[in-house]
Nanobody, 127 residues
């Protein structure tokens, strides 16, 4: 399995941009999908963005067009570029890895789809 460490969180103003990083180590080539999730105070953890080896990227509707997930293969790092941030984007952001293959059409959006998790990084967006 992989070890995941997020970084890049901080406090920003509405409309600002921020890029989160998820550094991976261990069996870095073993994942089938990578995902970003977030958890706001008092709310359940929710899916934000994902990358699947066979089909590429997929996003939650709430961030589509504003967030971009991408990876630097050589650096073993997955990024979440966030633009036009809104106060409702305030949350702890987590990256996660899934190792097992599902169907070619399945998009892993559930927390239970992922086996490895980072410790999270806080993003706070003020209005």
């Amino acid at each position: 399995q992989m070890h995941l460490v997020e970084s890049g969180g901080g406090e920003v103003q509405a409309g600002d941009s921020l890029t989160l990083s998820c550094a991976t180590s261990g069996r870095t080539g073993s994942f089938w999908a990578m995902g970003w999730f977030r958890q706001a105070p008092g709310k359940e953890r929710e899916f934000v963005a994902g990358f699947k080896r066979s089909t590429g990227t997929f996003y939650a509707e709430s961030v589509k067009g504003r967030f971009t997930i991408f990876r630097d293969v050589d650096a073993n790092t997955v990024f979440l570029e966030m633009t036009n941030l809104k106060p409702e984007d305030t949350a702890v952001y987590y990256c996660a890895a899934r190792y097992t293959f599902n169907s070619a059409t399945y998009l892993p959006r559930q927390e239970g789809d992922y086996a490895s998790w980072g410790q999270g990084t806080q993003v706070t967006v003020s209005s």
